[in-house]
């Protein structure tokens, strides 16, 4: 069956701009993460849903970030008046439940000019 | 709290001998522990799990790790290296309340000499 994914694979936008990242998880996936991976380094928590509600947003750096899962399914990751310093890959990942395997999407490379 | 260290973020090793990456964790609950591999340009893919059943956990591919609790540490090997094998693999734990999220180590990216 298909796998997760992201789009857009790559977005560039310029510092201050508004910014969209979209995850569709597997189907019959109740759990959805989002991670941020930066050069060299592995992947960082952001926040997890499971269903329609944030379970843990602590790893969301401040408030010019925020993350939706309306029905449950797919999930999009909004950054405001981004920087450059959120240039990275989101990575997304759904899992059947929170104690099951996670498996990731390839990712989205945002890069703030 | 949950932390990971991997001990070098570079390891090479030439083609057929083995390969051992280095993992060492830090949990204030019992943890499940994961090594993923990552290819240039590509996600994370599960190589194998530890969720508090056998210590000694096969994986894709011919990997296979041993959990520790005394050292907290879950070493990646493999016996015989292949040119495919070449990649960045990354550990994680997670654990507890803390289910779900995963907190992962910085990486070490494995090359392979022919």
């Known amino acids: 069956g298909a796998g997760v994914s992201q789009t857009p694979s790559n977005k560039v936008t310029e510092k201050g701009k508004y910014v969209e990242l979209r995850c569709d998880p597997i189907?019959?996936?109740?759990?959805l993460y989002w991670y941020r991976q930066s050069l060299g380094q592995g992947p960082e928590f952001l926040i997890y849903f499971q269903g329609t509600g944030a379970a843990d947003d602590s790893g969301l750096p401040n408030d010019r970030f925020f993350a939706v899962r309306p029905e449950g399914s797919v999930s999009t990751l909004k950054i405001q008046r981004t920087e450059r310093g959120d240039s990275a890959v989101y990575l997304c990942?759904?899992?059947?439940?929170?104690?099951?395997?996670?498996?990731f999407g390839p990712g989205t490379r945002l890069t703030v000019l | 709290a949950q932390s990971v260290t991997q001990l070098g973020s570079h390891v090479s090793v030439s083609e057929g001998a083995l390969v051992l990456l280095r993992c060492n964790y830090s949990?204030?609950?019992?943890?499940?522990l994961f090594w993923y591999v990552q290819y240039p340009n590509q996600g994370l893919q599960l190589l194998l799990k530890y969720t508090s059943a056998a210590t000694l956990v096969k994986g894709i591919n011919g990997f296979e790790a041993e959990f520790k609790k005394s050292e907290t540490s879950f070493h990646l090997t493999k016996p015989s290296a292949h040119m495919s094998d070449a990649a960045e693999y990354f550990c994680?734990?997670?654990?507890?309340?803390?289910?779900?999220?995963?907190?992962f180590g910085d990486g070490t990216t494995l090359t392979v000499k022919p």
């Open positions: 189907s019959g996936h109740t759990a």
């Open positions: 994680a734990v997670s654990g507890g309340t803390n289910a779900g999220k995963s907190t």
């Open positions: 949990s204030s609950v019992p943890p499940y």
């Open positions: 990942a759904s899992s059947l439940g929170r104690r099951d395997t996670q498996y």
